[in-house]
């Protein structure tokens, strides 16, 4: 009996232990997805350079969310990342995300607590999704719902893909330079921090991108591939860009995918790419412009942004495929998140260069300085007299805000709801050895590595930094680099503790992730969707003129003709002009396409490779014109530029679909 029992219990070992051991092994559950965001790409202002002369006219790419889910064959405890192609996050879209994914997968897979959501902070998305009252009036002049919702539904759409594709993986990760493409823009105020610190860094900004890799066990299939690394995706945008695009970072993704996806359409293939932001505050795109190659098919605006995205997919896919120094993951997963209330929090902070000791350290109500304006301290007069008659500060804002000179005080600014938040969000990813640290706002360089050494100390991992996740706070500067009162302290919200602040909670929440313990989840800020709802309306379509119809056909392609990709400059620039009836400000099914190129041997043709495609709107004539500019490399064949739009007879009416169409014509092969 002896034998036989200790027999039986050899067969339990040996058929759970392989389970148990999951994490130690570095075997997970994981999976990737990706979902549309992209808002009505007209009549609205884009987020970033907001410029109320210039409205959105078209498409230039679009704009998705990239997620990835992580889960524990051991515990369940799952995890998830999301990268947005948006200028900056609301907390309110994290909140109905989370509601949407309870209702289908309950409340223990998703939460606000394992759920990370992150901007790259793209100057040219669509605007209109933000719900804090400043935020609304500079970032978009109104609060769009079609919008909101594309955006709602993007992302629920990403992290269920990669749910309900989670399959037994290995995750991994590399580290290395990217070198001359980005710089710091703010040096005055980097210059400011100990030179202590400053020595123990090479460089001034980071140039380290970290990827993350995720495998599939069945086949070694690599399924996914997110990265972090800091830089203002803004080089499509100059404040005069009426075409939305998701700028380098984008970009670089849709290289990363169509290399690991031939043959599928953007956001189709089984393999997800991601280029995340990180500590981005004080950081700039850098580049000779002898570099860039000048091409007649391509704006100066164009070819900088595919020449920064092609430089971050060229060092990611590096990194990718060096599989000598890919670091294997193995080990829990965890998550932890707190909300930070700004006006009662008090920590004490141990200065990392000094060693100082500090008891009761806060923060101050929210506040916008006249950097942040762009203004001189000589025009400070009028300023004060303007800012005097919007809100008169309170004498304790202003001396907690110094040196700033308070431009408007967002914090003390309540009507007709709150201007801006007085809470901000902190989370932990862990993924084994790896963790994942969101920042609430645009950190600058030091900001952002006195945050990740304050994680780091404690855990020992990998730690990369989120940037413009879960909700946004504007800049955040070092107290040295505040003191300077360049742009980026100027848009310090809670003053010059703010990094002390975070880098003590973070500590915290960091020792308590690593010891299993809860940590306070503090108080979520309210959601203001009832208030904004009604911003911007819907608008009836007027008929279209001259007997046409919605998606009639203007202007055709010449269809006698052979074209050849290239030849020489707007010769084989191929335009087709469509009568569209409806603004696209509004937004059909996420399952219709605003546009695309199909050919008539196969499917579809990834014309957005090498940015050869174009959407433009007139507003005026109310008409969408259709470019392709034939790039090198296609396959000889017979091609149709088409369309598919919605239009709406009545304001409260509904969305009518309709498709128009070129002619087909004949490519030769180039």
Known sequence: MAILQLFAIFLVAITVSP?????????????????????????????????????????????????????????GNTVTYVTCDMGMMDHTIKSEVIARLGAKYGAEMFSEKNVMISATHTHSGVSGFMTFYAYLLIESYGFNPITYWATVDGITEAISSAADSLVDGRL????????????????????????????????????????????????????????WWPVHPITFNGGDNPLVTSDSKGYAALLFDYEMNPGSLPGKGKFVSGFGSSNLGDVSTRYDEEEISPKWDFTNEIARCRFAGERQFNKAFELFNDDTN?????????????????????????????????QNVGLCGAALGLAYLGLDPEQWELWEAIRDFIKVPSDEMIECQSPKLVALPGGEMNEPWPWAPDTFSLQLLQLGSFDVASLPGEFTTMAGRRVRNAIFNVTGHEVVLAGLANIYINYVTTPEEYDVQEYEGGATLYGRNTVPVTTAIYTEMAEALQNGDAYPPGVAPPSFLDNVRDTIASWADPNPMNGAWFGDLLIDVDDSRE??????????????????????????????????????????????????????????????????????????????????GYYRQAEDGPLNPYIGSSSPFRVASG
């Open 563 to 644: 074209y050849v990709p290239e030849i020489r400059p707007f010769e084989e620039d191929l335009s087709s002009r469509l009568r569209n009836g409806m603004t696209p400000r509004e937004r059909g099914p996420l399952s219709g396409r605003i546009r695309t190129l199909t050919l008539s041997n196969i499917n579809s043709f990834n014309s957005f490779r090498k940015f050869s495609e174009r959407f433009y709107w007139n507003i005026l004539q109310r008409r969408i014109e259709l470019r392709w500019i034939i790039p090198t490399g296609v396959e000889a064949g017979t091609y149709r530029l088409r369309h598919f």
């Open 19 to 75: 389970t148990c051991a999951a994490d130690a092994d570095g075997i997970y559950k994981i999976g990737v997805g990706i979902g549309d965001v992209t808002g009505p790409p007209a009549g609205v202002v884009l987020n970033g350079y907001v410029n109320p002369f210039v409205n959105a006219a078209g498409i230039f790419t679009r704009q998705y969310a990239r997620a990835f889910v992580v889960q524990s064959i051991d515990t």
């Open 326 to 358: 890919l670091n294997p993951i193995s080990g829990p997963i965890r998550s932890i998140h707190t909300w930070v209330n700004t006006t009662t929090v008090k920590v004490t902070h141990i200065n990392e260069t000094s060693g100082e000791v500090r």
């Open 172 to 227: 991994s990760w590399n580290r290395g330079e990217l070198l001359n493409s980005n710089g710091n823009r703010a040096l005055d105020a980097y210059m400011n921090n100990p030179e202590a610190e400053r020595n123990a860094y090479q460089h001034d900004v980071d140039k380290d991108m970290v990827l993350f890799k995720l495998t599939a066990v069945e086949g070694d299939e690599p399924i996914g591939a997110f990265t």
